[in-house]
């Protein structure tokens, strides 16, 4: 098997590995938001969906957030030794 070759797996193997991403200690907490709330962060920041953040469609734990769609934002939770916990958003994209 050469290094471009893709192994297959089957899906039993897809959500152990979704599960494990998402477990990782170094792995902030990703929360999709609703349209209220999507609605509430573009009108605090005084900012459109385009002057967000990004994050990719293809990011691993993005394609663990279940129904997450192009234009979504993803709300991501950090800890902080400053703040104790620092939020971000990122909206999602198609790259």
């Known amino acids: 098997m050469t290094a471009t ?3 297959p797996i089957n899906n039993e193997e897809q959500r152990d590995l979704k599960k ?9 907490k990703h929360r999709l938001l609703t ?3 999507k609605g509430q962060v573009l009108e605090k920041f005084k900012v459109k969906l385009k002057q967000l953040p990004k994050i990719s469609i293809k990011d691993p734990v993005v394609k663990t957030i279940i129904d997450a769609k192009i234009g979504d934002i993803v709300e991501i939770t950090r800890n902080s030794v400053t703040a104790g916990e620092a ?3 990122r909206v999602i994209i198609n790259e």
Request: proline share 6%; hydrophobic share 35%.
């Open 20 to 28: 494990s991403v998402n477990e990782h200690f170094l792995v902030p």
């Open 87 to 89: 939020i971000y958003y």
């Open 5 to 7: 070759e893709k192994i």
């Open 35 to 37: 349209n209220d709330e």
